[in-house]
Nanobody, 125 residues
Framework: QVQLVESGGGLAQAGGSLRLSCAASGRSISSFVVSWFRQAPGKEREFAAHIGRNGDSTLYADSVKGRFTISRDNAKNTVYLQMDSLAPEDTAVYYC??????????????????WGQGTQVTVSS
């Protein structure tokens, strides 16, 4: 079992930056692949970014590629999402999710057995 807690959300202006953190407890985060998903009001939860267990592989949704950076510090049991050049369409609740074993379908919410409670990100124009 692993518990995930997101933090770092808040209000940002368009063009600004935020850094989200996903802190794990109960088990080492190094045992899991981790992804960030987001859910805007009235929309389905969508994939944003993914990182492999040792950080050697990362994947991004086209909508965030070049603006968001996912990273992890296994020693601190934490995964991060650096969000730059924010736009109003990035407004959503952001969730981190962990999985192991993992079939490779990083974009599929069903792959992930562990989820945080989410953190709200609001970007004003």
């Amino acid at each position: 079992q692993v518990q995930l807690v997101e933090s770092g959300g808040g209000l940002a202006q368009a063009g600004g930056s935020l850094r989200l953190s996903c802190a794990a407890s109960g088990r080492s985060i190094s045992s899991f692949v981790v992804s960030w998903f987001r859910q805007a009001p009235g929309k389905e939860r969508e994939f944003a970014a993914h990182i492999g267990r040792n950080g050697d592989s990362t994947l991004y949704a086209d909508s965030v590629k070049g603006r968001f950076t996912i990273s992890r510090d296994n020693a601190k049991n934490t995964v991060y999402l650096q969000m730059d050049s924010l736009a109003p369409e990035d407004t959503a609740v952001y969730y981190c999710a962990a999985a192991w074993p993992f079939s490779g379908r990083y974009y599929n919410t069903g792959e992930y057995g562990y989820w945080g409670q989410g953190t709200q990100v609001t970007v004003s124009s």
